[in-house]
């Protein structure tokens, strides 16, 4: 392997920005609310508020949703979803019930969602994985039809569409995310927000009760960011690669639940100011890939007709896990940051089984997409010749 090397994902600050962010950090009062008001404004939502992160966020939300609707105690969720989905819904006391899901769409399964006895649940939660917009009226009807309350999880799907309304704007309230692998970054970080009045209500009191971060942990935060901001450089990121392990995501049911730093403020805002271009950009890569890709047998490229995708990642699903296997070894000898993503069906966890919902049902589909997913990555460090180069070696793993 070359001394460059691509990052898996990831957001490309520029040093003006970082600047920019550094002086705003020092001179600026508390902009937090701006920042709500700005998310408010663009997407067209009662309230948004910041918290710590996406993971801490779930916790809130679900517990103020809980004080709605106090019986239920069954948060329903995909089966091969980002382990922090779950963990977040046993964090706020609730059990897990994984339904299956479709490897063309990475959705719930249309037959799964009719099947599951969402009359117990006290949400159902959309993950629109991989910045593909789930099918959210669907979910939405399904939801309001059981008495349950529908969390439109834009974790990762930032910015996406469907027709003319935003991914995390359907159901009773949606979630994004800053977290280090996401369209905007400030390591961590993320957003409820809801048009839901009563809900808005409970969730600002809810949020007005957490504590500040403490001040050696915005330390730590703006120094990793920082840090991030070189490192993210091909020329260097196979350095970082030998000093940290990155891009896992471990099954944790403890997580700091605070308010935002008001020191990264300035840096999410500036990204949000430049979000259209960002998105712009990864959806001209992972189109390409998309259309490099579209007939090699073996593989699918998931997605969903009439929605606006917004690719943190670009997904791929192989028939054969082996096959999966050696197109990622070898993409990551040519310096390609390929992975595996989540190794395993939300059932399969290690350490998940006693909170799962009783009567839960095999996931065979998602434990098929855990075996054979592969994503690629699409930010401004991935060039023309990249793509081509992915595309090729993709194509020949027999």
């Known amino acids: 392997m070359s001394g460059r090397v691509l990052a898996p994902a990831g957001t490309v600050v520029p040093a003006g920005e970082v600047l920019g962010w550094l002086w705003d950090a020092v001179t600026r009062g508390d902009e937090r609310a701006r920042l709500a008001a700005a998310f408010e404004s663009r997407y067209g939502l009662r309230r948004a508020f910041l918290v710590s992160s996406a993971r ?58 009719a099947a599951a006895p969402l009359d ?28 349950a309350q529908l969390v439109d999880d834009a974790a990762q799907c930032l910015h996406g569409r469907i027709g003319d309304r935003w991914v995390g704007t359907f159901g009773d309230a949606g979630l994004y995310s800053f977290d ?21 209500e409970r969730l600002a009191r809810a949020c007005a009760a957490l504590p500040e971060p403490p001040a050696r942990e915005t330390l730590m935060l703006s ?68 259309a490099l890709l579209a007939d090699v047998p073996g593989i699918s490229v998931p997605g969903r007709a009439g929605t606006t995708a917004v690719y943190p990642r670009l997904a ?29 069906a939300l059932i399969d966890v290690p350490g998940i089984g006693p909170h799962l919902a009783e009567g839960t049902r095999d996931t065979p589909r998602a434990r098929a997409v855990a075996a054979g997913i592969l994503t690629l990555p699409t930010h401004e460090h991935v060039t023309e010749l990249d793509l081509e180069r992915v595309a090729c070696i993709v194509q020949s793993i027999r």
């Not at 963990?87 to 399964?109: E, H």
């Open 316 to 344: 791929l699903v192989f028939d054969d896990p082996a096959r999966r296997d050696a197109a990622r070894a070898a993409l990551v000898a040519a310096g390609i940051g390929a992975t595996g993503s989540y190794p395993r």
């Open 120 to 147: 117990q649940a006290l949400a159902l939660i959309a993950t629109s994985l991989y910045g593909l917009p789930a099918d959210l009226p669907a979910l939405e009807a399904a939801a309001r039809a059981a008495g």
């Open 56 to 113: 801490a966020g779930m916790s809130v939300l679900l517990r103020a949703m809980g004080e709605r609707v106090p019986g239920r105690r069954e948060v329903a969720m995909p089966g091969y979803t980002c382990y922090s989905v779950a963990a977040s819904a046993i964090r706020a006391g609730y059990r897990v019930r994984p339904l299956d899901v479709d490897s063309t769409t990475l959705d719930l399964a249309p037959d799964a969602l």
């Open 223 to 290: 120094a990793k960011m920082l840090a991030y901001a070189v490192l993210l450089r091909p020329s260097l990121y196979g350095l970082a690669t030998r000093m940290a392990t990155l891009g896992e995501t471990p099954f944790e049911l403890e997580a700091p639940t605070t308010r935002f730093p008001r020191r990264l403020v300035s840096l999410v805002r500036r990204q949000f100011d430049r979000l259209d271009g960002i998105t712009a950009e990864r959806q001209r890569r992972a189109e390409t890939l998309r």
């Open 180 to 200: 280090k692998g996401k369209n905007l970054t400030s390591i961590q970080g993320g957003v409820i927000a809801t048009s839901d009045a009563d809900l808005a």
